[in-house]
T-cell receptor, first 114, second 115 residues
Framework: QKEVEQNSGPLSVPEGAIASLNCTYS??????FFWYRQYSGKSPELIMS????GDKEDGRFTAQLNKASQYVSLLIRDSQPSDSATYLC??????????????FGGGTRVLVKP | EPEVTQTPSHQVTQMGQEVILRCVPI?????FYWYRQILGQKVEFLVS????????KSEIFDDQFSVERPDGSNFTLKIRSTKLEDSAMYFC?????????????FGPGTRLTVL
């Protein structure tokens, strides 16, 4: 059974601080990794994707991937109250050419306090 | 910006009834998916669909579930005889290609309540 694990939180950070979220996954053959944001009662919204080891930056967000450690993280710089949401880590354990099944972690709830 | 749409936003049904959830994927996308999320739990994969065929399905997707692309724009999920445990948010997603690096875009979801 392929698993994706996240700390459920809540992760409480003051406004303007850095929020650091972690995710581990069970399968070394995993191809690609995604961070989605989900507000309560809403659908997942893509923040970032990462496929290669190292860092990838997009605005206030940085994703970090370490395939050897089977670990992916997300940093949110200059956290804003609007960043308060649940952050979902999703992994593509792709085994076929057709289709792109995502396995999600349980999510980390982030609370940014003004 | 193109987006995935879903109807209805909320469906209430009696146990044992059939429901059809509808989705309109992004127009140039070729791969379609259904996921569900029971309240307070993980988002779970149900099924992927390409070229009018199921390409992969999960253990959840048993004989009570079916998917169809009845025309060039809609993608539907049918639950034949709903159970209480089918109550969940159902998300449709689509992607342009089926490759590993492809992004899936999610619709707003349909909240299904089975009474």
């Amino acid at each position: 059974q392929k698993e994706v694990e996240q700390n459920s939180g809540p992760l409480s950070v003051p406004e303007g601080a850095i929020a650091s979220l972690n995710c581990t996954y069970s399968d070394r053959g995993s191809q690609s990794f995604f961070w989605y944001r989900q507000y309560s009662g809403k659908s997942p919204e893509l923040i970032m994707s990462i496929y290669s080891n190292g860092d990838k930056e997009d605005g206030r967000f940085t994703a970090q991937l370490n395939k050897a450690s089977q670990y992916v993280s997300l940093l949110i710089r200059d956290s804003q109250p609007s960043d308060s949401a649940t952050y979902l880590c999703a992994v593509n354990f792709m085994i076929k050419a057709a289709g792109n099944k995502l396995t999600f972690g349980g999510g980390t709830r982030v609370l940014v306090k003004p | 910006e193109p987006e995935v749409t879903q109807t209805p936003s909320h469906q209430v049904t009696q146990m044992g009834q059939e429901v059809i959830l509808r989705c309109v994927p992004i127009s140039n996308h070729l791969y379609f998916y259904w996921y569900r999320q029971i309240l307070g739990q993980k988002v779970e994969f149900l099924v992927s669909f390409y070229n009018n065929e199921i390409s992969e399905k999960s253990e959840i997707f048993d004989d009570q579930f079916s998917v169809e692309r009845p025309d060039g724009s809609n993608f539907t999920l049918k639950i034949r005889s709903t159970k209480l445990e089918d109550s969940a948010m159902y998300f449709c997603a689509s992607s342009e290609w089926g490759v590993a690096t492809d992004t899936q875009y999610f619709g707003p979801g349909t909240r299904l309540t089975v009474l």
